[in-house]
């Protein structure tokens, strides 16, 4: 599953999420791609289900490009902990998605495979998304 080799903080405050995403909105890469409409917090369990059912989906042919990372440390105290002594220990990594966001994109597949790949994978994930194609696509494959 996908972590950060090292981080700085060890366990920074959660923030909050404001506003449309101003980077990683275009396609980049490949030429199918999957756009979330919602913002939420991924988790990397999450990113590897959707990246399972999609390379399964695409019969490993094609490329596929994970555009997010789960950078975030989610923590947890056990249970029968009781209240205060400090924050909990990080118990697993999360991405914060905002609107708008590409999440996935494939390339090297033909359309009708990449958009059920892309619908299973969306399955797995808990936001609302949208299957979107780069503008200068030409179905030659």
């Keep these: 599953m996908l972590q950060p080799k090292k981080t700085r903080y060890r366990r920074p405050q959660k923030g909050r999420m404001k506003s449309i995403t101003k980077r990683g909105a275009e396609i980049s890469f490949g030429s199918f791609a999957l756009k979330t409409l919602d913002q939420c917090w991924i988790s990397a369990r999450q990113i590897e289900a959707a990246r399972q059912a999609i ?5 490993r042919e094609g490329q596929l490009w994970i555009r ?3 950078d975030r440390p989610v923590t947890a105290k056990g249970l029968g902990v009781r209240m205060g002594k400090g924050k909990g220990t990080p118990e697993s990594w999360a991405a914060r998605v905002s609107p708008g966001r590409i999440l996935f994109e494939a390339d090297g597949i033909p359309l009708e495979v990449a958009r059920e790949a892309m619908r299973l994978g969306a399955q797995k994930l808990p936001v609302h998304t949208k299957f979107i194609i780069r503008r200068d696509y030409s179905a030659e494959i």
């Design 55 to 59: 390379t399964r989906e695409m019969k």
């Design 68 to 70: 997010i990372f789960p």
